[in-house]
Antibody
Framework: QVQLVQSASEVRKPGASVTISCKAS?????????????LSWLRQAPGRGPEWMGY????????SYAQDFTGRFVFHFDTSVSATFLQINNLRSDDTATYYC??????????WGQGSLVTVSS | SYELTQPPSVSVSPGQTARITCSGD??????VHWYHQKAGQAPTLVIF???ERPSGIPERFSGSISGTTATLTISGVRTEDEGDYYC????????????FGGGTKVSV
């Protein structure tokens, strides 16, 4: 069973940066459908639904960003530790949200991390 | 861009049937998937590819689609079915992206 485990919640001041990690486990090297697929990042602001930010191809390492998440957001995938990372630069108060990583085979989001709350406050 | 439209809320008594709709033009071409989110938890997949149920999801959850409207049906609703339900689909016409409906809060 695939598991996605995310790093702990973070508090930052406006203008700072934060990096969240998401480590995948429970799949074998022969499960090409997962390893050759994509891990997505999603944002969920308080009281709102999930919003897809983009994904990183876990085979090529290439990121792809949704239109609203270009510029300050950076994804990358470290194959040596089977983990994907989300870096958010120049944080703003409206970046306060829970960030999820998710991946799947039957759907884009069969599996979800537990979420990482990022709070931006002065 | 496009939208997926869901009713904001549905209220049902235990044992009744809840139906949640999701409408959008792209549903005529792309699969819809459904997720359930309980308070304070990550979403979980309950229906994929319009009508398929993942392993471990109770049979009372079913999905259907007609034209541009998908429906998630929960038969014999239980209190643990409370929470927010989101439909999700994809647009591959230009740049590939995923979108969610606004969510439906189910109260039991």
């Amino acid at each position: 069973q695939v598991q996605l485990v995310q790093s702990a919640s973070e508090v930052r001041k406006p203008g700072a940066s934060v990096t969240i990690s998401c480590k995948a486990s429970g799949y074998t090297s022969t499960d090409y459908r997962f390893t050759n697929y994509a891990l997505s990042w999603l944002r969920q602001a308080p009281g709102r639904g999930p919003e897809w930010m983009g994904y990183v191809n876990t085979y090529t390492g290439k990121p792809s960003y949704a239109q609203d998440f270009t510029g300050r957001f950076v994804f990358h995938f470290d194959t040596s530790v089977s983990a994907t990372f989300l870096q958010i630069n120049n944080l703003r108060s409206d970046d306060t949200a829970t960030y999820y990583c998710a991946g799947g085979i039957n759907s884009p989001f069969d599996y979800w991390g537990q979420g990482s709350l990022v709070t931006v406050s002065s | 861009s496009y939208e997926l439209t869901q009713p904001p809320s549905v209220s049902v008594s235990p044992g009744q049937t809840a139906r949640i709709t999701c409408s959008g033009d792209v549903l005529a071409k792309q699969y819809v998937h459904w997720y359930h989110q309980k308070a304070g938890q990550a979403p979980t997949l309950v229906i994929f590819q319009n009508s398929e149920r993942p392993s471990g999801i109770p049979e009372r959850f079913s999905g259907s689609i007609s034209g541009t409207t998908a429906t998630l049906t929960i038969s014999g609703v239980r209190t643990e079915d409370e929470g927010d339900y989101y439909c999700q689909s994809a647009d591959k016409s230009d740049t590939y992206f995923y979108v969610f409906g606004g969510g439906t809060k189910v109260s039991v």
